[in-house]
């Protein structure tokens, strides 16, 4: 079975510009969640998606937005990027429910935004 | 809210040497930890995750670690490091926050040299 995808796999924007990024989670997992990694740093925690369903933010501002598919496929969109919006931007997914919190999340190979 | 504090942001070892990832997390109920792997240019991959039970467990690649609650520390181990095991291992707790949240470490870059 093919892992989590995410395109594209590289992305330079300019200060002020809009991005979307996409995600396709393993085939049968219902949950997605988006985390950004800064150069050196942990990833932190965006969005969770299940069933359609926001169930989860974090410290992100408004800028950032999300939504899923029918077929549980995710975008993640940023508005007015920001120099510090650069970022590796991965995305994961779940089979299991949305409140199922110890089980795991598989991670995909990441986008890698830079704002110039 | 929680948070999980991973000691020395590179650690160094030779070929056959033990390794010792340090990671202890703060947290006001038993928490779900976690370790990753992430290799240059590549997502996270899962090493081994503690829920309940045994308090030692055992990964892939022949890594392990120990939920120590007294000491609030969950620090992974591998006896003998290969170079391939060279990567960035990152520790992460998730609680009942009623959604999927996993708080990562600021990670550690291990070294291996021949």
């Known amino acids: 079975d093919a892992g989590v995808t995410q395109s594209p796999t590289h992305l330079i924007k300019t200060r002020g510009q809009h991005v979307t990024l996409r995600c396709s989670p393993i085939s049968g997992h219902k949950s997605v969640s988006w985390y950004q990694q800064v150069l050196g740093q942990g990833p932190q925690f965006i969005f969770q998606?299940?069933?359609?369903?926001?169930?989860g933010r974090g410290n992100f501002p408004d800028r950032f937005s999300a939504r899923q598919f029918p077929n549980y496929s995710s975008e993640l969109n940023v508005n007015a990027l920001l120099l510090g919006d650069s970022a590796l931007y991965l995305c994961?997914?779940?089979?299991?429910?949305?409140?199922?919190?110890?089980?795991?999340?598989?991670f995909g190979p990441g986008t890698r935004l830079t704002v110039t | 809210a929680q948070s999980v504090t991973q000691l020395g942001s590179h650690v160094s070892v030779s070929e056959g040497a033990l390794v010792l990832l340090r990671c202890n997390y703060s947290?006001?109920?038993?928490?779900?930890l976690f370790w990753y792997v992430q290799y240059p240019n590549q997502g996270l991959q899962l090493l081994l995750k503690?829920?309940?039970?045994?308090?030692l467990v055992k990964g892939i690649n022949g890594f392990e670690a120990e939920f120590k609650k007294s000491e609030t520390s969950f620090h992974l181990t591998k006896p003998s490091a290969h170079m391939s095991d060279a990567a960035e291992y990152f520790c992460a707790v998730s609680l009942n926050t009623g959604f999927q949240k996993l708080v990562f470490g600021t990670g550690t870059r291990l070294l291996v040299s021949p």
């Open positions: 947290s006001s109920v038993p928490p779900y």
């Open positions: 503690y829920t309940t039970g045994a308090t």
């Open positions: 998606y299940y069933e359609k369903e926001e169930r």
């Open positions: 994961a997914s779940s089979d299991r429910d949305s409140d199922r919190f110890s089980y795991e999340q598989y």
